[in-house]
């Protein structure tokens, strides 16, 4: 059959990098995306408008919302120049997918996400539930001065009734609250990769959004052409996440803002429906981990975390046109 004449991209995929980011550390995964779906209409688009170069003009250390509030306005002037687009994915490195979930929330509108259908919500070690229970102490004193706000948002210090991050895992209830958990349902299918050991910024329960620390994580055998993915499971409700076989030592207690964090991410915080999420577990052994994997999840710079391939493949395949 004769390919089909297309007057512009249909699918747009975003890619937001990390705190401190800018998007050359997306362009490996980027490239691979367009390799594999350029013919097909997919548009992909790194993100240009929270560039961490830096202090003092470190756009991610301003916030969790207001970066969100700028990506938003960024995805909405992407998708006005290409009007030809009608489904919408998105992919947040670390912090970037904290910045994702905002930004989605505040495009969610009638079932749509900036007026596109909503496909794919992937998140590469994002601190989903802050890092408060999985930071090094050593890291804290410095991470509130380098990072400021951004960084006692993830701590769960900031300011006002409710931390931001606990907002963002909460059913909407008054009128001016952004719906934070029927955007991520909106999706046809959201994906979290998270480290099980070695990542030194991003713990695996906030990374994988459960309680507990992976219970096999040295001797789980990879999966075949995977050699640093040990797990891809579908955790359809928050029960069947907390009776997975993986399940290890508890991290968050049963009354923590954490747990309540994951309990409303997977839709049982409230009177809403169950939420599924796609889990990849990831492993990288300390000879090529320590200090690294965070970066390698991503191959942020695939001389040094080139380690990270074969997620980046595992990424694009099982990604939904």
């Known amino acids: 059959a004769m390919p089909m004449e297309r007057s512009g991209p249909v699918h747009l995929l975003v890619l937001h990098h990390g705190i401190s980011g800018t998007s050359y550390g997306t362009r490996y995964i980027a490239g691979l995306f367009q390799r594999r779906f350029e013919e097909e209409g997919l548009l992909v688009y790194a993100s240009k408008s929270n560039l961490g170069t830096g202090p003092p003009h470190n756009r991610t250390s301003e916030g969790i919302d207001k ?53 794919n919500f992937m998140t590469l070690a994002s601190p989903h539930c802050g890092v408060r229970e999985t930071l090094p102490w050593l890291y804290r004193a410095p991470a509130r001065w380098i990072f400021g706000r ?32 029927d955007a991520l349902r909106g999706f046809h299918q959201r994906t979290v990769y998270a480290n099980v ?5 991003v713990g695996y329960p906030t990374g994988a959004i459960v ?25 359809p409700n928050f029960d069947a996440m907390e009776r997975h076989s993986s399940a290890g030592q508890a991290v968050f207690g049963p009354d923590s803002l954490e747990m309540r964090m994951v309990r409303g991410l ?12 796609r889990r990849v577990e990831t492993r990288f052994y300390m000879r090529e981990g320590l200090l690294r994997a965070h970066d390698c999840i991503g191959v942020n710079l695939p001389w040094l975390h ?16």
């Open 67 to 119: 970066c969100g509030e700028r990506l938003a306005k960024e995805v909405e002037q992407v998708v006005r120049l290409n009007p030809t687009l009608c489904k919408f994915s998105i992919i947040g490195w670390s912090l970037g997918g904290l910045i994702a979930r905002y930004a989605c929330a505040r495009l969610w509108s009638d079932g749509r996400i900036a007026d596109l259908e909503p496909v």
């Open 211 to 235: 309680p507990y620390t992976h219970c096999d994580w040295y001797n789980a055998p990879s999966l075949s052409g995977h050699p640093h993915i040990i797990g891809d499971t579908l955790d």
């Open 266 to 277: 997977r839709g049982a915080g409230g009177s809403g429906a169950p939420i599924a999420w």
């Open 150 to 181: 951004v960084a006692r948002q993830l701590l769960l210090e900031d300011e006002g009734p409710t931390n931001l991050l606990v907002q963002m895992g909460s059913e909407k209830q008054l009128p001016d609250e952004l719906p934070f958990l």
């Open 306 to 321: 080139g380690a990270g391939k074969d997620i980046a493949e595992h990424i694009v395949s099982s990604f939904v046109m």
């Open 197 to 201: 050991a070695y990542d030194d910024k």
